[in-house]
């Protein structure tokens, strides 16, 4: 039976959408396989590694009929990037083999049955459904994926927090010695609070499939899953169980020193800054007083480095330290001309904002060095 003929890139597009997900080495075989279930013409796809589940659909030719089975994910993406893009590729089944043809190449795969493939079972008591277009929620986890925590024993802080309330989306992450804040409007209004924390690895493969594009990601959150629809895709994914820390109680209020400057000329300060840090600590001394911003670091070897940078300033003169790592992942990841900081003294944590969009937020401890 063929399965599918299709061109190369047209199969290959939707086996990547859905491999992020696969383990080379896994306990269970057959979660480094995907499920392949045809009928007719349309081909579901779908992933899974007990937590997170990928599907999509996609339509790819071959004989009318029925089938399931699982192949090996990353072998047969390996296969088909071998081959031209513009080659059609056919793939079909005998004798639970899969055979993969193009031009004069062939290949054919081992299959397991797809009885054995371990779906995740859907929860039922998902709440409303909310959407935002897919860039929006894109440019929200690039704002504060940076700050998560990894591998840290406070479990709750290996994921984000994401939080539906009225018509705001708000997403958080902080790894205990800064804090990302970042929040856009709904389309609707959520008629009740909804609040999870997806984890890290969940995030991180959102970003690679959400596309830079108006169109829309429906959300649905339940007790223990969070389901996501987005072009042609299904994503279902297992949350962090716990309790996230009160995260406005982090957030300086009134901090009276701001400052105003370009993100682009800090950030190549700090980035110079930061060669002649030393590795473990990775601190810089930070003076800012009228007119004028200091950045100062040094290592064990004592080498120095100093920069300056002309500011419109008028408030106290402040000496603060921080870990030069925390500061240039928030400027690199920000898309804004213009950054605000806020300071108190230095002991107070700083509070980096941007003028451009009221929704961001990001704090971050000072160090002593």
Known sequence: MIVLKAAQANLLE????????????????????????????????TTSDLEIQVRT????????????????ARKLIDILRSLPADQTVTLSSAQN?????????????????????????????????????????????????????????????NGILFIAEGRTLTLVATDGHRLALAQAQLEQDVPSKQEVILPRKTVLELQRLLKDEDTAIEM???NNQAKFVFSKMEFVTKLVEGKFPDYNRVIPKNHKNVVVLGRAPLLASLQRAAILTSEKFKGVRVNIEP???RIA????????????????YDGDAIEIGFN?????????????????????DSAASALFSVPEQPGFKYVVMPMRI
Do not use: W
């Not at 670091?297 to 419109?312: F, G, P, R, T, Y």
């Open 14 to 45: 939707a086996l990547q959408s859905v491999a992020g997900i696969v383990e080379r080495r896994h306990t269970l075989p057959i979660l480094a396989n995907v499920l392949l279930r045809k009928n007719g013409p349309a081909i579901e796809f």
């Open 324 to 344: 030069v790592t925390y500061l240039i992942d928030v400027l690199a990841n920000c898309p804004h001309d213009m950054v605000k900081l806020e300071l108190q």
């Open 291 to 293: 007119g004028v911003l």
């Open 220 to 222: 649905r959150f339940a």
């Open 297 to 312: 670091s040094s290592n064990a070897e004592q080498e120095e480095a100093k920069e300056e940078l002309e500011i419109d």
């Open 97 to 157: 083999k899969l055979t993969l043809q193009g031009g004069k190449s062939r290949f054919t795969l081992q299959t397991l049955p797809a009885d054995d493939f371990p779906l995740v079972n859907e929860s039922v008591d998902f709440g409303p459904t909310f959407s935002v277009p897919q860039k929006t929620l894109r440019e929200l986890i690039n704002q504060v994926h940076f700050a998560m925590a990894v591998h840290d024993i406070r479990y709750y802080l």
């Open 57 to 72: 659909n996609a339509e790819l030719g071959g004989d009318s009929g029925q089938l399931s089975t699982t192949v090996g």
